[in-house]
């Protein structure tokens, strides 16, 4: 079964930081990868996905995502975070062909102004 | 823009009630789905549907029930609520591609609180 795991439940940073949030899934096939955001008191939205092609895929706001097929990761980066990237972020997983998004635990980040 | 709305955003009901959470979507997709969001434990898949009057187990089905009559509404069903699903209720669905999966566009959210 797809699973996927969020290595960071809770990471707290200042203004200007890099950023990066780990993601791993097991699964051997094929996969789509999203990162999705939920600011505050907002609807989850998504800010990256992979679907096949260059494996740096970059989202809004400034994020990037690396897929490395051989470490089953699809980590979230940003150079230079600002405080109103507060929010979680969740990695989800979907394998080929199959009908169901799976989602890891979530990552709260926290920024420092 | 798509649009995935849910009837309530916060309801507050009592243990052993029947309580219905509506969700509509207005883009014709054929996929729509219901999961629970708890802190520390992230989104948890309770119910999908691929199509009118079908429907499929999630990950945590167990309490809940679901309805698809319609196709733009997905209507999930808490028999006799449970303080124990007290949670944020979240719709969710992508747009139709046969044999890919797209990303998920959710509703607001419900927050249900059952005393």
């Known amino acids: 079964a797809q699973s996927v795991s969020q290595h960071n439940h809770h990471v707290i940073l200042s203004e200007a930081a890099s950023l990066e949030l780990g993601c791993n899934y097991s699964?051997?096939?094929?996969?789509?990868l999203f990162w999705y955001v939920q600011y505050p008191g907002q609807h989850l939205q998504l800010l990256l996905k992979?679907?096949?092609?260059?494996?740096l895929v970059k989202g809004i706001k400034g994020f990037e995502a690396e897929f490395i097929k051989s470490k089953f990761s699809f980590n979230l980066r940003k150079p230079s975070v600002q405080w109103s990237d507060t929010a979680e972020y969740f990695c989800?997983?979907?394998?080929?062909?199959?009908?169901?998004?799976?989602f890891g635990k979530g990552t709260r980040l926290h920024i420092l102004p | 823009d798509v649009k995935v709305t849910q009837s309530s955003r916060y309801l507050v009901k009592r243990t052993g009630e029947k309580v219905f959470l509506e969700c509509v979507q207005d883009?014709?997709?054929?996929?729509m789905f219901w999961y629970r969001q708890d802190p520390g434990l992230g989104l948890r898949l309770i119910y999908f549907?691929?199509?009118?009057?079908?429907?499929e187990k999630g990950d945590i089905p167990e309490g809940y029930s679901v309805s698809r009559e319609k196709k733009e509404r997905f209507s999930l069903i808490l028999e006799s609520a449970s303080t124990n699903q007290t949670s944020m209720y979240l719709c969710?669905?992508?747009?139709?591609?046969?044999?890919?999966?797209?990303?998920?566009?959710f509703g607001p959210g419900t927050r249900l609180t059952v005393t």
């Open positions: 989800a997983v979907n394998a080929g062909g199959d009908d169901k998004i799976i």
């Open positions: 699964y051997g096939g094929t996969v789509n």
């Open positions: 992979y679907f096949s092609g260059d494996p």
């Open positions: 883009m014709d997709h054929e996929n």
């Open positions: 549907s691929y199509d009118v009057k079908m429907k």
């Open positions: 969710a669905s992508p747009p139709s591609s046969p044999g890919l999966l797209r990303e998920q566009y």
